[in-house]
């Protein structure tokens, strides 16, 4: 996949301001099939598969049995099938911990990866290009929503996704009709803009939407509540699932020890992953101690200054506190640092 077509900072502003075109087809695709699909994949999961209908997705977290994250994804429900999107380095970990609690039930995991691909178009003007590409079907109307259409005869999966901070669409697409698509998608936009865009602006987009990404903000040493995902990904009132004794326990102590943040920096220097932040020497009992590391960090485009996640002690977490990152102060803020309503260059 394209880093970048020449200008990374312009490619991140076309999403801003207009539309973006990004061949993600490295992420992982897994579909399941079978009669017990439904009844399997709500086992292994955070979030309520069985609510689901054809047409409707979700996010979730695949944990272990001591809940810590083993893979995140976006899951969607089919007429016949689950399909599942996740990162490709946590693709074939994911399929061998399905495969493993399958036994007698009837359901079949099939790894899409290398036969499916993935384009996607994200911002402002996405609805539009996206509405002339499959008309007359309109397109998917909320976020994890999706429509299955087939324009000049290619079998297209279409579903909502917002990981920029702006409207957007995944295209699952066969990957022999990857370049077909690619070009029409070109044509049609015309006064809409659409840009290729590569993966270093959708990571400086992504970061700026404070959407934490598996791999880089989250791992297997981590809680899904300590990247603030309880909300979106956890459903509460859901039948077992593994992990789900451990977070049930958490929500009832009510906090986590750390918590992923936003972080805004003083200076041009851009932070390296894994990085210490440290209490500022004002900061009684506290100063000069590690109470956090780095997990991503960029130049914002939008917002014109150094931007950073990372997760904080607990006590430390309130939006506006100054901490130290290599001995410059940045302030800690919530996520997103960006929402649609900022001003975009």
Known sequence: MARSYGDAVTEHRAVRKKAGLIDQSHRGKLRLTGRDRIDFLHGMVTNDIKKLTPGNGLYAIFT?????????????????????????????????????????????????????????????????????????????????????????GVSILVARNEITGEVGYDLYIPMDELAVIWNRLLQISGPHGLQPVGLEALNSLRIEAGIARYGLD????????????????????????????????????????KRLMGLELAGESVPKKGQPIQAPPERPGAEGRVIGTV???????????????????????????????DGRPAAVAALPLYKRDSPSL
């Open 64 to 152: 272990t049995d001591k809940a810590k994250m083993l893979a995140d994804a976006r899951i969607y429900c089919l007429p016949d099938a689950l399909w599942i999107d996740l990162e490709s380095e946590a693709t074939g970990k994911i399929y061998k911990h399905l495969d493993k609690y399958t036994l007698a039930s009837d359901v079949i995991i099939e790894n899409l990866t290398e036969t499916q691909g993935l384009l996607s178009v994200y911002g402002p003007s996405s609805s539009e290009i996206i509405t002339q590409l499959i008309a007359p079907a309109p397109p998917p109307p909320k976020e994890y929503s999706t429509t299955s259409v087939a324009p000049g």
């Open 218 to 257: 989250m791992d297997e040493s981590n809680f899904p509540m300590e990247a603030g995902l309880e909300a979106k990904a956890i459903s509460y009132t859901k039948g077992c699932y593994i992990g789900q004794e451990t977070i049930a326990r958490a929500d009832a102590q009510g906090r986590m020890n």
């Open 295 to 325: 997990t991503s960090a960029v130049k914002s485009p939008t917002l014109e200054k150094v931007i950073a996640m990372g997760y904080l002690h607990h006590d430390f977490i309130k939006p506006g506190i100054e901490v130290l990152i």
